[in-house]
């Protein structure tokens, strides 16, 4: 089942998809941070596959202060230059808040259990990160973030547990990020890192130009386990 919900700021509210599992609560609630093409069909796919594994998924529309309800496409070519525009514009900080919000009104939801996990995509997995180090969510899983390599001097403040997907061959997180990626969260017992050999950005898309099944399902699996053990 899906509805949406509204989250109200100082500057006004914005929406966030929500996709329900079948089976009566409680259940924990799972937020699902975009891409850079918005709240689009292959970000409300994941937020399905939560709810048919008994999470409440909630997907807020992150460019909400630049353009509500963006829905783009990596398919489409001129979706791809709009998509980099918004999030050039895009502020991360506010961002940050936007998500906060989201966290605190998800832990009310009709039929949640209080615990709240918030897992991302690309800009999402970079918006995970920091909301790790900046929210009071209970556990965080970033795919990819790209530019997590500017914001390093954050991971002290992550006291919640961390899982954090890397592609070796990632096109937007060279090998050198990745170096300091890896040495910033060595020796944090609160952070799990897992990387994929041979896989480029958004291999965990789907249906994207670089989607690899295999090590989507492997993350994915991944995912799921960390949820439910920190959020069950």
């Known amino acids: 089942m899906t509805a949406q919900i509204q989250v109200q700021t100082t500057d006004g509210s914005f929406v966030c998809h929500v996709a329900r599992p079948a089976t009566p609560g409680p259940h924990p609630v799972v937020i699902v941070l ?9 970000i409300r796919s994941i937020a399905d596959d939560w709810a048919a594994k008994g999470y ?15 829905f783009l496409s990596e ?7 709009k998509a980099f525009a918004l999030y050039k514009a895009y502020d991360v900080n506010k961002g940050v808040e936007d998500i906060a919000l989201t966290i605190k009104q998800a832990r009310t939801l009709q039929d949640a259990n209080g615990k709240v996990g918030v897992t991302g995509y690309c800009l999402g997995g970079l918006m995970t990160f920091l909301s790790a180090a900046r929210t009071d969510a209970d556990a965080f899983a970033a795919y990819y973030g790209g530019g997590t390599d500017q914001h390093l001097d954050e991971v002290a403040n992550i006291r ?8 070796e061959e990632d096109e ?6 990745q170096a300091k990626i890896r040495a910033a969260f060595a020796g944090k017992d609160n952070i799990e890192l897992h990387s994929y050999a041979g896989r480029n950005h958004a291999f965990a898309r789907p249906g994207g130009n670089h989607y690899d099944d295999a090590d989507a399902k492997l993350a994915a699996s991944r995912t799921e386990a960390f949820f439910a053990r920190t959020l069950r």
């Open 34 to 42: 975009q891409e850079i093409f918005g709240v689009n069909a292959g």
């Open 56 to 70: 409440i998924a909630v997907c807020p529309d992150l460019f909400w202060r630049i353009e509500p309800g963006v």
């Open 75 to 81: 398919a489409k070519e001129g979706d791809w230059e």
């Open 160 to 167: 919640a547990p961390l899982l954090y997907h890397l592609a």
């Open 172 to 177: 937007f997180i060279g090998k050198d990020a």
